[in-house]
T-cell receptor, first 112, second 113 residues
Framework: AQSVTQLGSHVSVSEGALVLLRCNYS??????LFWYVQYPNQGLQLLLK??????LVKGINGFEAEFKKSETSFHLTKPSAHMSDAAEYFC??????????FGQGTELSVKP | DADVTQTPRNRITKTGKRIMLECSQT?????MYWYRQDPGLGLRLIYY???????NKGEISDGYSVSRQAQAKFSLSLESAIPNQTALYFC????????????FGDGTRLSIL
């Protein structure tokens, strides 16, 4: 069965610093992986998705994620954090039917 | 207008009451989902529907029921609400396929006293 683990429920960075949010997955089949962002009082928005075309996936707002099969990881990064990046981030993996299994979420705080 | 609309956005009610949360979409997607979000637990799937005649239980369906009235409408009911159903509820839609992202509404914040 597919599963996702996000390491760290809270991450705090300074404005301008590197953002690294960790996601490890478990899947018995080649995975389809997603990162979503949730701003306060809003629903989830798709940041990016991995569908095996390329291991480095670029998303919106300057985020990108790298698929590493050997490490079963799909970590999300951004070179320079902005205050507006403060939000909760969710990693998800698709099961065989297309349903998504979500990680527990990581709350990102950005300090001025 | 939002592609996935949830009503109401906020609701406070009492234990034992029947509650219905509604979701409508203009994206033309066949698949619709209901999730609840609790702090530290991420999103958990309550029910999902892959087309109008298809309804499936998710991970945490006990205490909930759903109705798919049309391709565009999917409602979630709590027949007799209890305090531990206090949560943020999301509706989502997707196209058919294992690599299709889901599109979310803005959520309904439900408090049961």
């Amino acid at each position: 069965a597919q599963s996702v683990t996000q390491l760290g429920s809270h991450v705090s960075v300074s404005e301008g610093a590197l953002v690294l949010l960790r996601c490890n997955y478990s899947s018995s089949v080649p995975p389809y992986l997603f990162w979503y962002v949730q701003y306060p009082n809003q629903g989830l928005q798709l940041l990016l998705k991995y569908t095996s075309a390329a291991t480095l996936v670029k998303g919106i707002n300057g985020f990108e994620a790298e698929f590493k099969k050997s490490e079963t990881s799909f970590h999300l990064t951004k070179p320079s954090a902005h205050m507006s990046d403060a939000a909760e981030y969710f990693c998800a993996v698709s099961d065989f039917s297309g349903k998504l299994i979500f990680g527990q979420g990581t709350e990102l705080s950005v300090k001025p | 207008d939002a592609d996935v609309t949830q009503t109401p956005r906020n609701r406070i009610t009492k234990t034992g009451k029947r509650i219905m949360l509604e979701c409508s979409q203009t994206k033309g997607h066949d698949r619709m989902y209901w999730y609840r979000q609790d702090p530290g637990l991420g999103l958990r799937l309550i029910y999902y529907s892959f087309d109008v005649k298809d309804i499936n239980k998710g991970e945490i369906s006990d205490g909930y029921s759903v109705s798919r009235q049309a391709q565009a409408k999917f409602s979630l009911s709590l027949e007799s609400a209890i305090p531990n159903q206090t949560a943020l509820y999301f509706c989502a839609t997707s196209e058919i396929g294992v690599n299709q992202p889901q599109h979310f509404g803005d959520g309904t914040r439900l408090s049961i006293l």
